[in-house]
């Protein structure tokens, strides 16, 4: 529902063969020798996420709520994600990783923020979704592994 998804996005291979996307995952974790698969939702329906699904899934008194956005504006503060704050022990966090190019300003950064998601950021440029999940997963895990 992100306005920035082209519409072909969900006809991806990968998203009407959830084996193939599982596969995927595995293989990465078999060449970063680790044995933790993460829970992976494609949200199709942002608004239904984040008004219906998003507290049952990830409540926001056990889950650090995170949203991944190119740093574009200065008077902002930039938060990386060794700043990021968890609410309880084991660390646990949820990121919503957007479309190429971000996601929509301000309104859809402002709705997450509304719901608790803190925005951070890799930098001022702007990545591949793929490059931009591999790299938030990276430091996801070494920020919950240091919260333990």
């Known amino acids: 529902e992100s306005r920035k998804v082209p519409k072909e996005y969900f006809g991806s291979h990968l998203f009407r ?3 193939e996307l599982r596969r995927c995952l595995v ?3 078999c060449q970063a020798g680790d ?17 219906q699904d998003l507290n049952i ?8 709520r995170v949203i991944a956005h190119p ?18 022990k084991p660390s646990r966090i949820v990121i919503a990783v957007g479309p190429e190019g971000g996601w929509l300003e301000p309104d859809e950064l402002e709705r997450f923020q509304s719901h608790g998601f803190t925005q951070i950021t890799l930098g ?9 999940v591999v790299s938030i997963l990276s ?3 070494d920020v919950c592994d ?3």
């Open 17 to 19: 063969r959830p084996e």
């Open 27 to 29: 293989e990465g974790l």
């Open 35 to 51: 044995v933790k698969l993460p829970q992976l939702h494609v949200v199709r329906h942002l608004s239904r996420f984040l008004e």
């Open 57 to 64: 899934r990830f409540p926001e008194k056990e889950y650090a």
């Open 71 to 88: 740093q574009r504006d200065s008077s902002i503060a930039e938060v990386r994600m060794r700043e990021v704050s968890f609410p309880s």
């Open 124 to 132: 001022s440029r702007t990545l591949r979704s793929d490059v931009a």
């Open 139 to 141: 430091l996801a895990h």
């Open 146 to 148: 240091a919260n333990k």
